[in-house]
């Protein structure tokens, strides 16, 4: 098992910036893909980024391409905030390797372990 937790969140500006971390511990010598997803408020959680273990492969939603950047420490970057980016967000690990990043962006129930989360709240 992974333990995952994540830190930075908080309340930025729109338009603003904000790094997340998570750290990760135990049995991290077997994670294939670390992810985030986010849940606002009212609304499923959502896929918003993931990467390799390795680095070799990174994606990202279509709502936070160009603004949002995994971190080689598996942090998340988000620059130019918006409202919209508000929720909370969550790292995840999985640890078995037999997905692609794009089938596991899709498939929320295959991954193995989940810190608690963090809020990011974008005022206007």
């Known amino acids: 098992q992974v333990q995952l937790v994540e830190s930075g969140g908080g309340l930025v500006q729109a338009g603003g910036s904000l790094r997340l971390s998570c750290a990760a511990s135990?049995?991290?010598?077997?994670?294939?893909?670390m992810g985030w997803f986010r849940q606002a408020l009212g609304k499923a959680r959502e896929f918003v980024a993931a990467?390799?273990?390795t680095g070799s492969s990174e994606i990202y939603s279509d709502s936070v391409k160009g603004r949002f950047t995994i971190s080689r420490d598996n942090g998340l970057e988000m620059n130019n905030v918006q409202p919209e980016d508000t929720a909370v967000y969550y790292c995840?690990?999985?640890?078995?390797?037999?997905?692609?990043?794009?089938?596991?962006?899709?498939?929320?129930?295959?991954?193995?372990?989940w810190g608690r989360g963090t809020q990011v709240t974008v005022a206007i």
């Open positions: 990467r390799t273990w």
């Open positions: 995840a690990a999985e640890v078995h390797g037999t997905l692609t990043l794009n089938e596991l962006a899709t498939r929320e129930e295959r991954w193995d372990d």
């Open positions: 135990g049995r991290t010598r077997y994670i294939y893909a």
